[in-house]
């Protein structure tokens, strides 16, 4: 078993042997190392690795950000992984109409398929609307089921906030080129 370090992988015996290293210096201070370790990695899926994307989506319920360049297959595998999961409904936010999924205007809590939220492609115009779903998702304990889906989540200023703070709301993923934040975990898609 490995961990990721920053691009690095670790191996546990070296993990282990840094915290037993490190295991007199404060809990809050071992706490934001433990948390450097295990969050601010980015890892590298292939376009194709369905089972290792879904894997590393679906470890924890904590955010996930999926970056990669310009047309590299970030929203094909995110629709992928729509179409072969059946334990979880997902709510896509959109706004370049790419999600073949029944669409809605607001968010229910007794959803019994995924579906899509079609934002106004200039950004703009979507920049307010999104505003408005962001607060509805900050505005309760959403079902285990749910996983919210935020695509070109690089648009809006409110994903960061959704990044911090969504994930004890709800599982969120956003999909843009490059990282929002550094605090959570990062897939990089490549080819």
Known sequence: MKKRLLNFWIDKETLLKFKARYKNISARIRELIESDLNNNSEII?????LAMFRNFIFEDDLPVQVCGNVGVGKSSIVKKLIENTNDKIFIVLDSHNEYDLPTIQTIPDNLKKSVRILLPEQPSAAQGIFNLYANQILSRK????????????????????????????AKLITISPDPLVSFCKRIRIVK
Do not use: A, M
């Open 45 to 49: 899926v292939q376009r194709d690795n």
């Open 142 to 169: 959403w079902p285990d089921s749910y996983c919210f889906v935020i695509e070109e989540s690089h648009r809006y200023k409110e994903t960061k906030l959704l990044l911090r703070e969504g994930r004890k709301f």
